[in-house]
């Protein structure tokens, strides 16, 4: 099945640092989402982006799907960005199921 | 719009007990998926619905779940009988379509479940 790698396992920046989450992924997808799990357990969508750029807030997110990456970009963080970040991803083809990384677990410190 | 609404939120039980926990979705989203969450394991599958018809079990992971759909707008998952090793968060989520340009999940608060 496809492979899932995120990076870095894990980050901590002080506030108001930028950072870059980057997710690869092995064969060619038609859905790509980034998830945050706050510290309750809650999963919130961020992005649904199989290709291109989008940005909401300080969070942008760029997908190449050629070249199977995807970026998250977090800018001016902050203390409530704390949690793990997944990527997850569906290679399409009759699939339809979300295959998802295993985060990156980020700490903003004040 | 009201995200998916998961019940509980909490369950503690002891081994050998029946768990039921319940899913509504989006209005208007037309697939259901039921995921389980471990430390040891991350996210994985267990099964999902397209208009209510189950579609791929193959992640239940033994005779003991079982899962529903009676209407668009109710989903359960069942446990019976409970091992300590289900303890695990229980996300239900939904999407309207599935595919490129479509099919973004939107995930419940999940239910934790602690088998004694």
């Known amino acids: 099945g496809i492979q899932v790698e995120q990076s870095p396992p894990d980050l901590i920046l002080q506030e108001g640092a930028n950072s870059t989450l980057r997710c690869n992924f092995s064969?060619?997808?038609?859905?790509l989402q980034w998830f945050h799990q706050n510290p309750w357990g809650q999963l919130i969508n961020l992005f649904y982006?199989?290709?291109g750029t989008k940005q909401n807030g300080r969070l942008s997110a760029t997908t190449v799907a050629t070249e199977r990456y995807s970026l998250l970009y977090i800018s001016s963080s902050q203390t409530t960005d704390s949690g793990v970040y997944f990527c997850?991803?569906?290679?399409?083809?009759?699939?339809?199921?979300?295959?998802f990384g295993k985060g990156t677990k980020l700490s903003v410190i004040p | 719009d009201a995200g998916v609404i998961q019940s509980p939120r909490h369950e503690v039980t002891e081994m050998g007990q029946e768990v039921t926990l319940r899913c509504k979705p989006i209005?208007?989203?037309?697939?259901l998926f039921w995921y389980r969450q471990t430390m040891m394991r991350g996210l994985e599958l267990l099964i999902y619905?397209?208009?209510?018809?189950?579609?791929?079990d193959s992640g239940m992971p033994e005779d003991r779940f079982s899962a529903k759909m009676p209407n668009a707008s109710f989903s359960t998952l069942k446990i019976q009988p409970s091992e300590p090793r289900d303890s695990a968060v229980y996300f239900c989520?939904?999407?309207f379509g599935w595919g490129f340009s479509t099919g973004e999940l939107f995930f419940g608060e999940g239910s934790r479940l602690t088998v004694l």
């Open positions: 989520a939904s999407s």
């Open positions: 064969d060619s997808v038609n859905n």
């Open positions: 982006i199989p290709s």
């Open positions: 997850a991803v569906n290679p399409g083809a009759g699939s339809y199921q979300l295959t």
């Open positions: 209005s208007g989203h037309d697939y």
């Open positions: 619905f397209n208009n209510n018809v189950p579609i791929d």
